[in-house]
C-alpha cells in the first residue's frame, strides 16, 4: 500500500471487515438521513465523521434551512436514547444538568437528571439561552460526566451533542463562549436547497413530515463498535506532524487574535481517522486533513481588529494559511 505521507497502515487481520461493515452502516444511515434532507451530501457526510470520532456538532444557519430536522434525522436513525433541549432565555443550567432534590420520604438528597442525560442530545438554538447556562455544558462535552453537588455522574457513551444555533447577527441571539466553541469537533452550515429539492420537499411535506417516518437502521451498541474501528485508524508520523504544522499556523500569524487549541489539533486527527475509515481506508491522508480544516478549525477562530475592518473573513484566512502549510512528501512502504 502507498500513501502519501504515510509510511504504510499496521492493520489488524480484520481490519477489512471491519471497514466494510463500518461502510454498510454508515451507508444505511446516510440513506435514511437523506430521506429528509436532499442535496446536502456534505452536510449528512460532517455529521457521520462527527459521530464516529465521538464528537460534537455546531449546524449554524438562518432559520428555516433544516437545522433541527438534521439533528433529528441523525438521533433517530440510532436506536439510542435521544434528548431535546430547547434553549430559551429563560433555561437554567440545572435544566440541562440535573438538579439535586429533597425527598421528604427518605429524608435525603435524590439526584434528578437533565437533558444531557442521553446518547445524543440534540440542543436546539443553543445561543438563544444566557452564557451561564451554555457552560452547562461544557463538563459534559469534553469529559462525559456531569457534577451536581458532591455527586460526579458518567454519561453512557455514545454520547454526542447535536447543537444548532442561528447566526449572532439574528435578534435574540448570544455568542457561544470561547471554551464552548472549542468543544464543539465542527460546525456546518447546510445553506438554502436547490430549486429541484426544494419543490420536491413541497410534494413530499404537503400530507406529513418524512421524519416522522424515519426507522432506526443501527444501535447504540454498534456505534460503539464502529467509534473502536476509526479510534484504530493509523496516523503515520508525518501526518501527525503536518496536524501540528495547521494548527500552529494559526497561532502565529497576527491576523487572528485568537489560534487553534491543542484540543483543535486533537479533534482535527480523530476526524480525519472518521473520514478515512468512511471512506474505506484504515489510514490517514494530508488531504483529509485539509479537507477537514474548515469545518474542524474555522469555527475557534477570531480574527484581529485589522483582519476584521479590512472585511476578510475567518475561513479565507484560515485557507491561506493551510496553503501555506507545505504538505508531507509521499513515504512509501519497503
Not at 464528537?55 to 444557519?61: A, F, N, R, V, Y
Not at 486533537?266 to 481506508?281: D, E, Q
Amino acid at each position: 500500500m502507498t500513501a502519501a505521507g504515510t509510511t504504510g497502515s499496521p492493520s489488524g487481520p480484520g481490519a477489512g471487515a471491519d471497514l466494510e461493515t463500518l461502510s454498510r452502516v454508515v451507508g444505511q444511515v446516510r440513506s435514511n438521513i437523506e430521506r429528509v434532507i436532499e442535496g446536502k451530501p456534505d452536510v449528512v457526510n460532517s455529521a457521520l465523521v462527527v459521530l464516529l470520532a465521538e464528537g460534537h456538532l455546531l449546524i449554524e444557519d438562518v432559520p428555516g434551512v433544516g437545522k433541527t430536522t438534521l439533528s433529528k434525522a441523525l438521533a433517530r436513525s440510532i436506536d439510542c436514547t435521544v434528548r431535546r433541549i430547547q434553549f430559551t432565555p429563560d433555561l437554567l443550567p440545572s435544566d440541562v444538568t440535573g438538579v439535586s432534590i429533597f425527598n421528604q420520604n427518605t429524608r435525603e438528597f435524590e439526584f434528578r437528571p437533565g437533558g444531557v442525560f442521553a446518547n445524543i442530545v440534540v440542543g436546539d438554538e443553543i445561543n438563544r439561552a444566557s452564557p451561564k447556562t451554555q457552560s452547562a455544558l461544557l463538563e459534559c462535552m469534553e469529559e462525559r460526566q456531569v457534577t451536581v453537588d458532591t455527586g460526579t455522574y458518567q454519561l453512557e457513551a455514545p454520547f454526542m451533542v447535536i447543537a444548532t444555533q442561528n447566526p449572532i447577527e439574528m435578534e435574540g441571539t448570544y455568542a457561544l463562549p470561547e471554551a464552548q466553541r472549542d468543544r464543539f469537533m465542527a460546525r456546518v452550515s447546510i445553506g438554502y436547497p436547490v430549486e429541484a429539492a426544494e419543490i420536491a420537499m413541497l410534494d413530499s411535506r404537503s400530507a406529513s413530515n418524512p421524519i416522522d417516518d424515519l426507522e432506526p437502521v443501527t444501535d447504540a451498541a454498534e456505534i460503539r463498535k464502529l467509534c473502536a474501528i476509526v479510534a484504530q485508524v493509523y496516523v503515520s508520523p508525518a501526518v501527525q506532524r503536518y496536524a501540528v504544522a495547521l494548527t500552529g499556523a494559526t497561532r502565529r500569524t497576527d491576523q487572528l487574535n485568537l489560534g487553534a487549541s491543542p484540543r483543535a489539533t486533537l479533534h482535527l486527527v480523530r476526524a480525519a481517522k472518521a473520514f478515512a475509515a468512511i471512506h474505506a481506508r484504515d489510514y490517514v491522508l494530508p488531504d483529509d486533513l485539509r479537507t477537514l480544516a474548515r469545518p474542524v478549525l474555522a469555527h475557534r477562530l477570531l480574527p484581529s481588529v485589522e483582519s476584521a475592518m479590512s472585511g476578510r473573513s475567518t475561513m479565507a484566512i484560515l485557507d491561506a494559511l493551510v496553503a501555506a502549510v507545505p504538505v508531507p512528501e509521499p513515504q512509501h512502504r519497503a
